[in-house]
């Protein structure tokens, strides 16, 4: 369960600190993702020529790898950009946005998990399905509970990767492959708004560059997207005007709102 | 004229079968275009991988291609993905962004209709005219009334290509080559918002997406952009209001409100 | 200082013109970017192919070359549109995004001054120390005072390449290497919205398409920028609304609002 108060000493660092946190990330969701980072109070950079990311990754404090519209040279520029991050004990974010949808995806899902180690991943149930299917070669899918069986993927995807995976959804799961935590914040109107998925895995980046524990950061990233995006969603009468409030939540978090409104 | 009640059933197929988009569209729009897609209730997906269009292209309901930041890569990938599109029946989409701009623009659309045989043409009066310049090599502006110049190259150019053709403007125009449609709803401020003619172009797909009369769908589509954009535009004191406004209206829309604005 | 009735009458001849900019910028800020020069009354062309960059500049009334997400195609790219506004006299606006970040950026912003000549460069008080550190090889920070140090690299800078040189900051400078002027309007909050010096540098561009001289461009780009975000930012919760209030702010832009905010 969370504990609220390591939470907000947790977002007083970020904003403290205010890291670097370097994105390759995909074109649909640059604007909003560097958004939500200079809303929560971390710089963000987006960089992805093989020329330099290597020497953007050495500055940063995370580095967050995003394929959702990759191609073979974003994948290269990931993989260098991992490399270093590895190197420089840099936690690496990775979103496996529309893993499972073709194979070129799949495979370059692979390639990133064993070139690159990251620390933590992040996606929807069907993405961690199809990761973990990618990955440990099995099927797994016996069960007719989606989430069940997703979670079932994380634990397995985990321990075989020795990361933290989360699972976004309804309630969103958080595990290390044995222990296993829940976010329940959060309101359905936000999957209705392109990138809230990788504003999430931003976000999660943000408190892995200030607390070495990667769980704890998934915790805490997770818990502050449901919360704002909850707040957010309830005075919104679309999702253009949740865009914009999420925006405007984040900026304005207080201890007070985080503790009115945890769900635990 | 619109039949209001088939518009409303295709609003709500839309809604219900949440039609995969595959969009090869530029990058200017791209997240206006995934939150209009969500918005109205389909499921965008924006992907340009040559060692993945095709794969995301066969499990669309609709392919858009969309040229406004164009460059060779994209285009081959464009072509790699309306040749499967053509394969399997998926209606292609195609916004000649820019048509005339530049000779290079025009030999890409040139190439773009003559290799993928797009369903639906949707540009402003400037672009059909560049394209069907470009198309029919005849120069053919012998009026001084740009509109009706441009509804005579629509004509042409459906005819020649066997397609529907929609010009925007302050009326659209909708042409299979010999019937013309209108819609006459819509707002002059929504000119002043980047990329609303791109999201006409992939809202259109979402109703080609399930419904199989190309001339249908693009009057569904141009008749709820119109709608959509007039509202949010009444209620907007500028372009910044106006592109939230739009997104949800888009989200809210309701058979009244449609029976309510709709202009015949 | 600014003479108000001049800002006034430029601001009337942007909107009256309605000059065609052609932006080779990043992928974060493309969005935002065209909706701010749509907003003022401009009209923005996105274009970077090396087969048509030359062809769109060659119709356009100003350049935008932005390094933020730059790659080695981009940086060719730029050069060549930047050698054909030279060729055309059409005045060119860098915005060295990042500069001193990367040993990459620093070269690519030696090249593309050398190679284009800039008119007017826009940048951070950190990105112009960083371009006038590689352009004139000295190290120069003898001050503890960023701003002083800034300035004094700006006309140091501005003197060398002969270009109007502009920092962005609380306080804005504006020099040829002789003349300094300042814009003193603005808000904090302006920086916590991702692009919006982005922003500064193209509708800077919008003043120098109408007016020869860059001195003058730039103060009235700068003031009108300072103007509707500090309007905005009065208007906003947080940087969700800035965005979007910024964007309604530049499109209601009256003399009568000039006159009352400007801060001589």
Chains 1, 2, 3 share one sequence.
């Not at 974003?74 to 690496?92: D, F, V, W, Y």
Request: hydrophobic content about 45%; aromatic content about 4%; overall charge neutral.
């Amino acid at each position: 369960m969370i504990n609220i108060d390591f939470l907000i000493k947790d977002l007083e660092l970020v904003r403290k600190q205010s890291p670097l946190i370097h994105n390759i990330t995909n074109l649909v969701v640059m604007n909003n993702t560097a958004n939500a980072l200079l809303a929560i109070g971390a710089s963000p950079v987006m960089a992805h020529a093989l020329d330099e990311v290597a020497d953007m990754t050495k500055i940063a404090s995370a580095l967050v790898l995003n394929i959702g519209t990759l191609d073979v040279e974003l994948i290269k520029a990931m993989e260098r950009s991992g490399k270093m991050a590895n190197q420089m004990n840099i936690p690496i974010i990775f979103d496996p946005v529309g893993a499972g949808a073709t194979p070129f995806r799949d495979k370059c899902c692979k390639r990133l998990i064993n070139e690159c180690k990251p620390t933590i991943i992040r996606g929807n149930a069907s993405e961690i399905l199809a990761l973990q299917n990618t990955q440990v070669q099995t099927k797994g899918v016996d069960s007719t509970d989606a989430s069940v069986d997703a979670l079932d993927a994380a634990k397995k995807l985990a321990k075989e990767i020795k990361s933290t995976v989360v699972i976004s959804g309804d309630i969103d799961f958080i595990t290390d492959g044995e222990k296993v935590a829940k976010v329940k914040n959060g309101n359905p109107m936000m999957e209705k708004v392109t990138g809230m998925g990788c504003t999430s895995t931003a976000i999660i980046a943000c408190f892995a560059a200030i607390n070495p524990n990667p769980f704890l950061a998934s915790l805490h990233g997770m818990a502050v997207m449901g919360i704002a995006g909850e707040i957010a969603a309830e005075n919104s009468k679309g999702t253009g005007s949740l865009q914009l409030n999420f925006l405007d939540e984040l900026y304005q978090l207080t201890s007070t709102t985080l503790k009115k409104h945890i769900k635990l």
